[in-house]
């Protein structure tokens, strides 16, 4: 059984499209590009960890500095939350609209979107929060809490997105 593992290729391992309908995921392998899928190449591990040690400085920071009194919205985490969602969405349109996502934009996207953005949100911690928040009697809020992180978070993401399309609109246009 091994003997036949290892004589297999990595395409039969690892199918490219399984879903032709949907838009092909832009770290599957591709015919020619890389040998092994990216999340299994120790420097795109070392650009998303390094992108995400930051990520978690800097979302530890805001926490910091907006810690609240328990009973009340925590600012720092849906501030954080909702910054990110605008930065990634600007991140990724102005990302989109200089090229192709392969070699630099594609670390770029990787230690900043999927690193430093994935570490600065913290969705695990909102449901924490939620939580705890509802445990100890304050289910209102916590209701509010999650509406406004989660449709906040949307909102903020389109605004990104607007705003990159707008900048890049404007530059291309001098």
Known sequence: ??????????????????HPELPLDPDALRPGTYKWPLHFM???????????????LARYAIGDWLS??????PYGTL??????AFLLGALLESLAR???DRGKRQLVRLGLGT???GAFTTY????????LLTRHGHSALA???AILSVAGGMVCCAAGIHFAEQYHSQRSTK
């Open 115 to 117: 690193g430093f953005m």
């Open 68 to 73: 609240g009194r328990p009973g009340t919205i």
């Open 124 to 131: 695990s911690t909102l449901a924490v929060e939620i939580s």
């Open 1 to 18: 059984m091994v003997e036949k593992l290892k004589h297999k290729t990595l395409t039969t391992l690892f199918p490219r499209d399984s």
């Open 42 to 56: 120790p420097g795109i591990q070392l650009v998303v960890f390094f992108g995400g040690c930051f990520g978690t």
């Open 143 to 145: 209701l509010l809490y």
């Open 98 to 100: 200089r090229g192709e």
């Open 79 to 84: 501030l954080g939350n909702l910054l990110g």
